[in-house]
């Protein structure tokens, strides 16, 4: 999201056929990273799939991760479990956990 509150969206290409997702992750974290060092970016968000453990779960599931980013100083990651059957997505409950508050600069000591 631009400072007028516009939003934008964006994607990534490492020049490869067959792309790991963790690489375009990467590209898409450090172009997020000069927005905000550049004064540009009001808040970021970042979705991809990933395995996770829900709360109180001992296996991981499927999941999209949502990462959101504020350059007040807010960092969280929601993820939405799912499971595919017969072709159709069933999400199940969402959960979050605290984000790691590297995208805006100078985060709060507590945060650090």
Known sequence: MLLDGEIVSVGADDGEDH???QSLIDILQAAFKDGAADGELL???LVYDVRVAP???????DA????LDHRDNY???VFFPYTINDGEPEIGDA???SGNYSIFPSPSPLHA
């Open 64 to 67: 999209i991760a949502l990462n």
């Open 75 to 77: 960092s969280v990651t």
């Open 95 to 97: 959960f979050a956990s």
């Open 55 to 61: 709360p109180g779960a001992r296996e991981k599931t």
């Open 43 to 45: 808040a970021t968000a």
């Open 19 to 21: 792309s790991r997702s």
